[in-house]
């Protein structure tokens, strides 16, 4: 089985890289967007299996780029922001992100919740892939 891969979608080139040393230490593919437009050409180029996105984004905000994930894309989404406050974290997950870490974080706690993810929406995925084979019998008699 191929590494999972994860798209970095982040303004700030600091936190894009440290979040991409932080995921390739951990055997992941890694592919980075600054913006909505960056992400929405790299999940066209590359098959993505978690995106781990901030919300606050030149352009269209982390918010609104969730929610047009959604409506294509049912692959893993973790917020991480610098937006602490409950109404933004509400907000978030009822848009649709499976987790919603702030700013600081953990290198280690944000890897984790990545694995438990990917397990999780891998999991699904074969489930609904082996519900989705029929096999037809043929009696004669």
Known sequence: MQNPHILIVEDEAVTRNTLRSIFEAEGYVVTEANDGAEMHKAMQ???INLVVMDINLPGKNGL???RELREINNIGLIFLTGRDN???KILGL???ADDYITKPFNPRELTIRARNLLTRVNNAAAETEEKGSVEYYRFNG
């Open 86 to 88: 409950e109404v933004d």
């Open 64 to 66: 609104l780029l969730a």
């Open 94 to 96: 009822e848009i649709g």
């Open 45 to 47: 180029d590359n098959k």
